[in-house]
């Protein structure tokens, strides 16, 4: 049983350029959450996606907006981007439930 | 803002001895979950907590949800090296809500 996945593992990007992360919830999960790490930092929520809506967003500009699709893979793009935008990037998924299981991460450097 | 406080930053430990890392908030939460995450992986679920008061095991973990619902504790028995890692706490206020996190405690063993 695959748990979550998230690719690429690694991006770097100029300022203002735009990026997409892509993520696949563990299987039979429905929901997907995307999450900002900064170092040193615990995971800052961003957004959430249940059948294909954002259903909770956090404290985030809308330079960054995000998509689920019918299998229930999610992507999160980030416009315009900026150097405080490197951080390590979390996808978790759950199935209306607490708990909530991520993904590796994908670290992305602005320069 | 919620906040959760996690401290120390960091705890040095000799292999063998147990340890016990606390979280508190001044806000009232429904759920306390503990995460553990090691160097360039995603944080990854050891024990939920649902009720106040409640005790809940997981191998050598221990953890206990408070009674106010504003703390819980985590405790490791019989430290191991690979117990080395990122300790961090997280609430939720429903189901399928945004996972709030601490800022994480970071535990080294010495052999």
């Known amino acids: 049983d695959a748990g979550v996945t998230q690719s690429p593992t690694h991006l770097i990007k100029t300022r203002g350029q735009q990026v997409t992360l892509r993520c696949s919830p563990k299987?039979?999960?429905?929901?997907v959450s995307w999450y900002q790490q900064a170092l040193g930092q615990g995971p800052q929520f961003i957004f959430q996606?249940?059948?294909?809506?954002?259903?909770q967003r956090g404290n985030f500009p809308d330079r960054f907006s995000g998509h689920q699709f019918p299998n229930y893979s999610s992507e999160l793009n980030v416009n315009a981007l900026l150097l405080g935008d490197s951080a390590l990037y979390l996808c978790?998924?759950?199935?209306?439930?607490?708990?909530?299981?991520f993904g590796p991460g994908t670290r992305l450097t602005v320069t | 803002g919620q906040q959760l406080n996690q401290s120390p930053q960091s705890m040095f430990i000799q292999e063998g001895e147990d340890v016990s890392m606390n979280c508190t908030s001044s806000?009232?939460?429904?759920?306390w979950l503990w995460y553990k995450q090691d160097p360039g992986e995603g944080p990854v679920l050891l024990i939920a907590?649902?009720?106040?008061?409640e005790l809940t095991s997981n191998g050598r973990l221990t953890a206990q949800f408070g009674i106010t619902r504003k703390d819980s504790f985590l405790n490791i028995s019989a430290s191991i090296p690979s117990d080395v890692g990122i300790y961090f706490c997280?609430?939720?206020?429903?189901?399928?809500?945004?996972?709030?996190f601490g800022k994480g405690i970071t535990l080294s063993v010495r052999p």
């Open positions: 996606y249940y059948e294909e809506e954002e259903r």
């Open positions: 806000s009232i939460f429904n759920t």
């Open positions: 299987s039979g999960h429905d929901t």
């Open positions: 997280a609430v939720a206020t429903g189901a399928n809500s945004k996972l709030t």
């Open positions: 978790a998924s759950s199935l209306e439930q607490y708990e909530q299981y």
């Open positions: 907590l649902y009720k106040a008061g």
